[in-house]
């Protein structure tokens, strides 16, 4: 109900008799959802007035809703057009506000991710943190805890059983060029190159979970470098 819009922040939850009714389960299951609530800071009980629906914590709101995407086929779907409205921006934003000390923290995720690529991983955990370091670049709260709510879903989908031969490798070299576009502060360019990211490089690290649907060519990945500047690499490790 809080996730359809049912019940909104700062309204009062119906008693537990007339949940268990509506629900049609025990008042007892009602008492433990309600608990799980209250520690996801869900909700907010106050004695002797009942249960209201918390109002001032836009991340227990974003924690809502990641707990309702499973990682399925359908779910990553969802995030992924999300990311595509949501990606480019915050790139783009990140170039006008990054401070030098944000930039080589990038920097140095990617000489991570390089790393864990030479050492026969898939630098998984490198390619959340740099997409989670270009959203704090931003200096905007309510963007990072969205980014974190789907960056933490979509790790799952990033494992190295799903990534295609070289796709590791060219995931990095897309990040380099994002980088490389903040660096100059260039905020079309960075959101041109997260838009090419997600078209080109992305789709193929999910691909698993749609039957085979949003496989990329390498030939499709050359073309969708056209319009963007030739990278330098001297940016990332």
Do not use: C, W, Y
Request: net charge negative; charged share 25%.
């Amino acid at each position: 109900m809080i996730r359809e819009g049912v019940l909104k922040p700062g309204e009062r939850l119906p008693s537990e008799r007339l949940l268990a009714e509506q629900l049609q389960v025990g008042r007892s299951s009602v008492r433990e959802a309600i608990r799980s609530l209250e520690l996801r800071g869900l909700v907010v009980s106050k004695r002797g007035s009942g249960t209201f629906i918390a109002t001032d914590d836009l991340g227990s709101m974003v924690s809502l809703i990641a707990s309702t995407l499973d990682g399925g086929s359908e779910s990553l779907k969802d995030i992924f057009e999300m990311r595509h409205l949501l990606e480019p921006q915050i790139a783009a934003v990140a170039a006008q506000r990054a401070t030098q000390a944000e930039i080589e923290d990038l920097s140095e995720i990617l000489s991570d991710q390089d790393r864990q690529i030479s050492d026969g991983g898939s630098g998984v955990d490198a390619d959340t943190a740099f997409h989670f370091a270009l959203a704090s670049a931003t200096h905007n709260s309510a963007l990072v805890k969205v980014v974190s709510a789907v960056e933490d879903i979509l790790h799952q989908s990033r494992d190295q059983s799903m990534q295609a031969p070289g796709r590791a490798s060219r995931s990095l070299a897309s990040h380099r060029r994002i980088l490389q576009m903040v660096r100059a502060g260039d905020g079309d360019g960075a959101r041109r190159a997260m838009e090419h990211h997600l078209t080109v490089v992305e789709p193929a690290n999910i691909a698993a979970h749609h039957d085979g649907a949003g496989t990329v060519s390498e030939s499709q990945e050359t073309h969708g470098l056209h319009g963007l500047r030739p990278l330098e690499e001297t940016d990332g490790g």
